[in-house]
């Protein structure tokens, strides 16, 4: 799992209308070929600001290269998360936001953690700079101009996203009103989203539930009984008087 873990892979800023597009393009029974040419045409003249206007192939192959990845033909150990998000995306579209955001961390765990150290800081403060969530991105990943560039992109589809708002300065945000998410098993798909994006693919219940890589959503307070009942691909191993640490079952690694 290691490999995907230190990749940073996102390469332009990904709008949620554009990412809505693979999963509806898959619903529909169409091929991976199919697809990647359907999202070809769909973003020749879609720019990652919002505008309209012709766009390079390279950047619009990065954008594609994306979605793909993270619907249509993520890694191995992601298919069994993928299929379920599907499965739930189809009965519930009105949680796309949320079923979007466990699977693009899942397949790109930079994204994760660009909303971790975003997260992170939000909780100390109103309103967070570029500077402030990169410079922490750097102390992770090393000090190198692309976890500038693309982490600033990452930052740039929050907004996209609706999950940070621009404030009156330049690259300084603000939190936006949090999504609640009331479905249990959705909020148990987020836990698992976060143990993939993990290369240990395990953490302690509570800081998983508390996760500031969440920082978008409220997610429902359970216990590790109820996660055990609902979920086939996490293990709960309880220590202590009353800790209790999620694990991905071992098929998943």
């Known amino acids: 799992m290691g490999k995907r873990h230190e990749a940073i892979g996102i390469k ?40 309209e206007g012709e766009r390079s192939d390279q950047t619009r192959t990065f954008v594609v290269n994306n979605l793909m990845k993270i619907w249509v033909s993520p890694d191995p150990e992601l298919i069994p998360f993928r299929d379920a998000s599907l499965a739930f995306l189809r009965e519930n579209p009105s949680m796309a936001l949320v079923v979007h955001w466990g699977m693009i961390s ?93 290369p240990e693919a395990k953490g302690a219940l509570g800081l998983l539930l508390n996760n500031p890589a969440f920082f978008p959503f409220q997610l429902p307070t359970m216990t590790g009984d109820f996660v055990s009942q609902r979920s086939e691909r996490i293990d709960v191993i309880r220590y202590g008087l009353d800790d209790e640490l999620l694990k991905l079952k071992d098929q998943q690694k």
């Open 106 to 198: 899942a397949v790109y765990p930079f994204w994760f953690n660009v909303a971790r150290q975003t997260g992170r800081l939000l909780a100390l403060q109103d309103q967070v700079t570029q500077a402030q969530i990169i410079n922490r991105m750097k102390e992770q990943y090393g000090d190198r101009q692309t976890i500038f560039r693309y982490g600033r992109y990452v930052l740039r589809s929050f907004v996209a996203w609706g999950v940070l708002q621009d404030s009156e300065a330049k690259g300084c945000y603000e939190k936006a009103a949090p999504v609640s998410i009331v479905e249990p098993n959705l909020a148990i798909m987020m836990l698992e989203s976060a143990l993939l994006a993990t």
């Open 12 to 51: 332009q800023a990904i709008r949620f209308e554009w990412i809505q597009k693979a999963p509806n393009l898959l619903l529909a029974g169409l091929d991976a070929k199919t697809i990647r040419q359907e999202l070809n045409e769909f973003l020749a003249d879609r720019k990652g600001n919002g505008s």
